[in-house]
């Protein structure tokens, strides 16, 4: 049979992951991934210690991270991103760009970083003071916060799990519900740290219900990696993604009596897909269509 008429595959633009032997969410990272662009994912070995500020600094040693680049290396990734949150952060900032350096000089191919990336990300939206969701232990959550106040971010809420094994099987509802805990005052943003914590489906219902933009650490890091990349992640009206989705809501005073196809209840000035206060957020499980 004659395949011709098929033509391709169509070439595609690398990004190599390197991730904690731990990590449970691959799915998750290429669902912000644009179809002409592969992910090639590599795990560091494996360390008999539960997650803690030991765990991090094992995962995240220069030779470690080296080898894993190398092994990426054979199929050529345009950049490389080492996809962990407190590995990146344990050093400080001097330590994340020395890991970035690391990895630069083991693939000769410009790399980043979660945490690096969670900088990137701030910037961008211009948020300075923001409130933090963990599923780490205190000691974990506090070596964060020494990292991002190095940064000169200001952390006005902040709520953890005190998780140390299985956090990628923690439900959206608590990750909903730690976010709600978290912002208790005027935040600029809110992160969802930690890159084995499933947060893909609640960052637009996060957003509709907080007002303000929802980043996570899986989500910066594709997010950063692309835009190295010269292209844009992919995602269903998230902030740091859509322009249009960053706009503040509008006054009540500001609209029209009605709007056409607006949805009965909803609020005025509401972000789209947000629903009356009083009811919270449509949790994925709960839309119609979900899967």
Same mark, same amino acid.
């Given at each position: ?46 360390? =008999? ?15 470690? #991270? ?10 050529? =990734? ?5 996809? *962990? ?14 890991? *970035? ?42 070596? #964060?916060?020494?990292?991002?106040? $190095? ?29 709600? $805990? ?11 740290? *930690? ?13 509709? $219900? ?46 029209? $009596? ?5 949805? =009965? ?17 449509? #949790? ?8």
């Amino acid at each position: 049979m004659d395949v011709s008429f098929l033509g391709g595959p169509h070439p595609q633009r690398g990004v190599g992951i390197v991730a904690p032997f731990d990590f449970a969410l691959d799915r998750e990272l290429w669902r912000w991934v644009p179809d002409e662009v592969s992910l090639h994912l590599t795990r560091t070995p494996f360390v =008999p210690v539960e997650v803690s500020l030991d765990l991090a600094r094992l995962v995240s040693e220069h030779e470690t #991270l080296g080898e894993a680049v190398r092994a990426l290396n054979a199929v050529h =990734p345009e950049v490389v991103a080492y996809a *962990c949150t407190s590995g990146s952060f344990v050093g400080g900032i001097a330590g994340e760009r020395a890991m *970035c350096e690391a990895m630069t000089r083991a693939g000769e191919v410009q790399s980043l970083t979660t945490s690096g990336a969670l900088l990137e990300a701030l910037q961008e939206l211009g948020a300075r003071r923001i409130a933090l969701v963990t599923p780490y232990t205190v000691s974990v959550t506090q070596a #964060l916060e020494e990292y991002l106040a $190095e940064a000169g971010i200001e952390i006005i809420g902040t709520s953890s799990l005190g998780l140390t094994r299985h956090i990628w099987k923690v439900p959206y509802r608590d990750v909903v519900g730690m976010a709600r $805990e978290a912002v208790r005052g005027a935040a600029d943003a809110l992160f969802i740290s *930690c890159t084995n914590l499933p947060t893909y489906d609640v960052i637009p219902q996060l957003e509709a $219900e907080l007002r303000i933009p929802v980043i996570s650490a899986n989500q910066v890091t594709m997010w950063a990696a692309l835009r190295h990349l010269g292209t844009r992640a992919v995602g269903p009206y998230q902030a740091l993604i859509d322009q249009s989705a960053r706009q503040r809501p509008v006054t009540p005073e500001a609209l029209p $009596e009605s709007l056409p196809g607006a949805m =009965p209840g909803a609020m005025p000035g509401a972000m789209p897909g947000s629903v009356p206060e009083t009811q919270g957020p449509a #949790l994925p499980e709960e839309q119609e269509g979900w899967a």
